[in-house]
């Protein structure tokens, strides 16, 4: 059948975890050559960093939502 596939609000948030996490590595990886080649100036590589953060927050926030909390 030829039926349009729906994703659910879970499985497009694990997409999108999945697109962040890449974009994160992404990002590490550029600070590490910049920070490693001596090229990159002080402002760049600050931007690059927080960017990064950013990036860490929001994926640790949908993990959050993702994983149920296990009541011990």
Known sequence: MNAPMELNSDEMQRIRLEVLRR????????????ES????????LRRLKKQKLVLKDTITRIEDQLIPD???
């Open 23 to 34: 974009e994160h590595r992404d990002l590490d990886h550029a600070v590490h050559e910049l």
């Open 37 to 44: 080649s001596g090229k990159g100036d002080q402002l760049t």
């Open 70 to 72: 296990i009541i011990a």
